[in-house]
């Protein structure tokens, strides 16, 4: 399925989220040639690699957003993980405690 039309109106929400005036502003502060991204938005294409992580150094956004349209929550998995190894640890502890003369 080709979400370009997707990819592009989230790339407009995040210059606009970081408070530049255009596309033009934005590829200038990345230092990606403004013709070539307004190109590839004609023609339904995507960035390079290289250019969507120059993105990402002037702006605050996920690659998974960005590209597919979903959002991945790091630190919800990590806080997830977090916790079930805190119940593991308890339970041994407590069947240690249990064993103890």
Known sequence: MNDAYG??????????????KNMKAFCKEAGVPYETIVNQRVQGRYPTVDVLNRFTDIADFSLDWLILGKEYSFEKNVLDAATRIKATCDKEIKLLKSMSI
């Open 7 to 20: 990819f592009w109106a989230r790339l407009d929400a995040v210059i606009m989220r970081n408070g530049k």
